[in-house]
């Protein structure tokens, strides 16, 4: 598992956030989750995208900032569910903020995150 070597800059609120949030899938896994898909292949199958061994990480990050809660049933096969922690759904608000400023922008967004990725890959060719 990754170590840290340098302690994170953690003098503002802007880092704070990155630093909890920072992870392809956590704010999509904390959507989820708030919207009841609490069980690992639940937001597997909610988020194709993202490998299992991902999801677990970041779901073990969100639980080491105390964002979610982990319950494990005592059944064969072994049951998992995640929760929000009362600190984790005052996220939801930001989060649904966040969502509705993307739709308001969504049209100029998708140009420029297009734009990125065709000059990116015009880049890659052999010449």
């Known amino acids: 598992m990754y170590e840290r070597k340098i302690l994170p800059n953690l003098t503002c609120g802007l880092d704070l956030i ?3 949030l920072y992870g392809k899938w956590k704010i ?3 959507w989820f989750i708030n ?8 937001l597997q ?3 194709p995208d993202a490998s299992r061994r991902v999801l677990n990480m970041q779901l073990n990050e969100l639980e080491e900032h105390e964002l979610v809660t982990r319950k ?5 096969p072994p049951k998992v569910e995640y929760s929000l922690t009362e600190f984790g759904k005052t ?4 989060i649904a903020a966040l969502g509705q400023w993307s739709d308001e922008h969504e049209a100029r967004l998708r140009d420029v995150i297009l734009k990125k990725a065709v000059r990116s890959s015009l880049d890659n060719i052999p010449t």
């Open 35 to 42: 919207e009841g898909h609490k069980r690992p292949s639940e």
């Open 18 to 20: 990155g630093e909890v």
């Open 28 to 30: 999509r896994l904390l």
């Open 91 to 94: 996220l939801i608000p930001v």
């Open 72 to 76: 494990i049933y005592p059944v064969l």
């Open 45 to 47: 199958r909610k988020i």
